[in-house]
């Protein structure tokens, strides 16, 4: 029996596979992550009972399986969930077709690419020190498949002194590759997945995915008093149209001229905004915003914009008074917010 086949050196990187895609339970749907696991249960079985690995045919009606899977998804090709849900797919059937060493190879550089994806959902130093051990235990494996021998401890000798001369290099990236803000990254975000948030519609009842999302949106500096929790209400779109199942914005944005003056009264909130790097041009107010300067404006639903470019970190001044008067609603006013929307 060839060295890069036997037993030992198969279980070492089957091992580290399973350790690799692990923390993806929290992260992919779990039909993809039983289908994985799945198949890597079978080829751990495969060691000792060749018989009952799959062949040609029953490998392809798998596939088959696999690809039938990832389209049940929906998830596309691009973005961060769909193309961690086809290297981990993919992964797990290439399992399924050990035959030479280039198969381990091959695998072994695939399980780099799904060990990599976990710095997608999680940048913590538990992680990296997590992703660090299991790369060292794959990096363990490379070096028995060139050995002559078993021998777990040279190995993992040689593999920690590859990753240690790999450590410097590591460190120069870290130290010298720019941070690129949202939304640069925005290629790796799942349009296909609806988060907690807000959006340019809002329809009750039609999400059939829903994901909590802890993305930072905006941080506020208070310069002086801070308003009590119970008025900290932060000022986003407004939804005006209906169809009596999806709610809409109205297209007009600036100040109408038969709208009565805004007027203020009690403690005035004057504050730092900064907001995160976004696809739109909101700007969440502390309602309601009295007192603001260019790019800011306000649309005849008291809703602050900007007219800058919101793909990057912004600051602004602003003042806010709790407590206000919008006046009454004129005509206009409450026809648009009566009337069914076609």
């Keep these: 029996m060839l060295t890069h086949l036997r037993p030992p050196v198969l279980i ?24 994985f696991n799945v198949l890597l249960v079978w080829r751990f079985i495969g060691i000792w009972k060749k018989n009952w690995l799959p062949n040609k045919f029953m ?46 190879y091959f695998i072994a550089f695939l399980a780099f690419i799904v060990a990599s994806t976990l710095f997608l959902y999680q940048e913590s130093m538990a992680m990296a020190i997590y992703i660090v051990g299991v790369c060292l235990s794959l990096l363990t494996t490379l070096v028995i ?8 401890r040279k190995a993992l000798k040689t593999a920690l002194i ?42 009750p009842g039609a999400i059939s995915d829903l994901a909590l999302s802890d993305e930072l949106v905006f941080r506020v500096k208070f310069n002086g008093a801070i308003p009590p929790q119970a008025q900290r209400y932060w000022r986003g779109p407004v939804f005006s149209l209906t169809d009596g ?19 203020y009264s009690g403690t005035a ?39 800058s470019n919101t793909s990057q970190r912004a600051e602004y001044a602003v003042q806010s008074y709790s407590d206000y008067n919008t006046g009454s609603l004129n005509s206009t006013e409450r026809a648009e917010n009566i009337q069914l929307h076609r």
Excluded at 66 to 81: C, D, E, P, W
Excluded at 145 to 152: A, L, P, S, T, W
Excluded at 166 to 189: E, M, S
Excluded at 245 to 263: E, G, M, N, R, S
């Design 245 to 263: 199942k999806k709610w809409l914005p109205l297209v007009k944005h600036d100040l109408a001229f038969d709208q009565d003056a805004l007027t």
């Design 269 to 307: 909130y004057h504050y730092t905004l900064l907001m995160e790097p976004q696809e739109k041009n909101w700007v969440f107010a502390l309602d309601m915003p009295a007192v603001f300067t260019a790019p800011l404006k306000m649309s005849a639903q008291y809703q602050i914009t900007t007219d």
């Design 162 to 203: 590859i990753l240690l001369q790999a450590l410097p290099l590591g460190l120069t990236f870290f130290v010298l590759f720019p941070r690129l803000d949202a939304p640069h990254w925005t290629f790796l975000q799942d349009k296909t997945q609806i988060k907690t948030g807000l959006s340019e519609t809002l329809e």
């Design 145 to 152: 498949i060139n050995m002559h021998g078993v021998d777990v």
């Design 12 to 35: 070492f990187l089957l091992s580290s596979i399973a350790l690799i895609v692990l923390p993806h339970a929290w992260n992919i749907d779990p039909l993809v992550f039983g289908f």
């Design 59 to 104: 490998l392809f009606l798998i596939t088959c399986c696999g690809i039938a899977l990832l389209y049940q998804q929906h998830l596309g090709v691009f973005g961060r969930n769909a193309g961690t849900t086809i290297f981990i797919t993919a992964l797990g059937l290439k399992l399924l077709e050990i035959r030479t060493t280039r198969d381990l």
